[in-house]
């Protein structure tokens, strides 16, 4: 779906299990701030990763939203049925060379690196082997660059790929695309205007835009809230033991969400059916008010 709309946003899960408290303060800020803004916001299933996603869960997550009264616009995007167009754009970069083949495993990677802003620092060692793809990793050749954007809650950000972060993977040795190109090319080709996601994503964002940058393609604006962490410090996630969302505390939990993103609550809104809070909110959305963390915790 490609729009012409001024605003274009998104929520985008990935179906690796239920949604939790986490997704639903990340799916609620992108919906306000394409609600309170007339724009478009769209929904995206990222189950690139094949082997860890299910269609049952993509179905609980649509079931979910519904329950707690978000309404999208156009079809939902699925990433499993758009694998030849991240090829298409794969092959875009090889034929300007900005691509190597790489054979190297994690181990090690991890043994012959330092630490990066997003694990180990990829040392180059394929760079100039000219290996077949067939069986290896490919990845893009880092540009030794500041790379730097102005997040509307974080501030300006800014990176160097080939010192922060190393020459990094777009298709997997095992075939399947990488989530920084499968990224990229949907946001392109759905029009996104606005990303609006949380800041566990904020060191990926340079490299995002430097493969907007290399396709030629349009850098959409970036609001990064703070991550959910629990008691422990942990993200909520499946991997942490996050609870599912229960829609029967819908208004309950969107009420403790804005609370979370530091949005005004008038006495008694969760005691209001779902739609009534979402109105509520978009008519008081104020981004401005979102804590400038990386992460917090729940109360």
Same mark, same amino acid.
């Given at each position: 779906?490609?729009?012409?709309?001024?605003?274009?946003?998104?929520?985008?899960?990935?179906?690796?299990?239920?949604?939790?408290?986490?997704?639903?303060?990340?799916?609620?800020?992108?919906?306000?701030? #394409?609600?309170?803004?007339?724009?478009?916001?769209?929904?995206?299933?990222?189950?690139?990763?094949?082997?860890?996603? =299910?269609?049952? &869960?993509?179905?609980?997550?649509? #079931?979910? %939203?519904? @329950?707690? $009264?978000?309404?999208?616009?156009?079809?939902?995007?699925?990433?499993?049925?758009? /694998?030849?167009?991240?090829?298409?754009?794969?092959?875009?970069?090889?034929?300007?060379?900005?691509?190597?083949?790489?054979?190297? !495993?994690?181990?090690? +990677?991890?043994?012959?690196?330092?630490?990066?802003?997003?694990?180990?620092? &990829?040392?180059?060692?394929?760079? %100039?082997?000219?290996?077949?793809?067939?069986?290896?990793?490919?990845?893009?050749?880092?540009?030794?660059?500041?790379?730097?954007? *102005?997040?509307? !809650?974080?501030?300006?950000?800014?990176?160097?790929?080939?010192?922060?972060?190393?020459?990094?993977?777009? %298709? =997997?040795?095992?075939?399947?695309? @990488? &989530?920084?190109?499968? /990224?990229?090319?949907?946001?392109?080709?759905?029009?996104?205007?606005? /990303? *609006?996601?949380?800041?566990?994503?904020?060191?990926?964002?340079?490299?995002?835009?430097?493969?907007?940058?290399?396709?030629?393609?349009?850098?959409?604006? &970036?609001?990064?809230?703070?991550? $959910? !962490?629990?008691?422990?410090?942990?993200?909520?996630?499946?991997?942490? %033991?996050?609870?599912?969302?229960?829609?029967? @505390?819908?208004?309950?939990?969107?009420?403790?969400?804005? #609370?979370?993103?530091?949005?005004?609550?008038?006495?008694?809104?969760?005691?209001?059916?779902?739609?009534?809070?979402?109105?509520?909110?978009?008519? =008081?959305?104020?981004?401005?008010? +979102?804590?400038?963390?990386?992460?917090?915790? +729940?109360?």
């Amino acid at each position: 779906m490609t729009s012409t709309a001024s605003y274009v946003g998104r929520f985008a899960p990935s179906p690796t299990g239920p949604l939790h408290f986490g997704s639903l303060v990340a799916c609620l800020a992108s919906y306000l701030d #394409a609600r309170a803004r007339s724009g478009i916001w769209l929904v995206r299933m990222e189950d690139v990763d094949t082997g860890r996603c =299910r269609s049952a &869960y993509a179905e609980d997550i649509l #079931a979910t %939203l519904r @329950a707690f $009264a978000f309404d999208w616009d156009g079809p939902v995007m699925v990433q499993s049925r758009q /694998v030849a167009r991240y090829q298409a754009a794969l092959q875009r970069l090889a034929a300007h060379q900005l691509t190597f083949a790489c054979s190297c !495993t994690r181990r090690e +990677i991890a043994d012959s690196s330092i630490a990066g802003v997003d694990g180990p620092i &990829y040392p180059g060692t394929c760079r %100039l082997r000219h290996l077949g793809d067939a069986g290896n990793a490919v990845r893009l050749r880092a540009p030794d660059e500041m790379i730097c954007f *102005v997040d509307r !809650t974080q501030g300006r950000i800014c990176q160097n790929l080939a010192s922060d972060v190393g020459d990094f993977v777009l %298709l =997997r040795r095992d075939g399947l695309i @990488a &989530y920084q190109l499968a /990224v990229v090319v949907d946001d392109a080709d759905q029009g996104v205007t606005d /990303v *609006v996601r949380g800041a566990d994503l904020l060191d990926s964002t340079a490299r995002q835009i430097c493969l907007q940058r290399a396709l030629g393609l349009p850098t959409p604006t &970036y609001l990064h809230i703070p991550v $959910a !962490t629990n008691e422990l410090g942990q993200k909520l996630s499946k991997q942490t %033991l996050a609870p599912a969302l229960s829609p029967f @505390a819908a208004s309950s939990l969107l009420v403790r969400a804005l #609370a979370f993103l530091g949005q005004p609550i008038p006495p008694g809104l969760e005691q209001r059916p779902p739609a009534e809070v979402l109105a509520e909110a978009t008519g =008081r959305w104020n981004p401005a008010a +979102i804590p400038r963390l990386r992460s917090c915790h +729940i109360q």
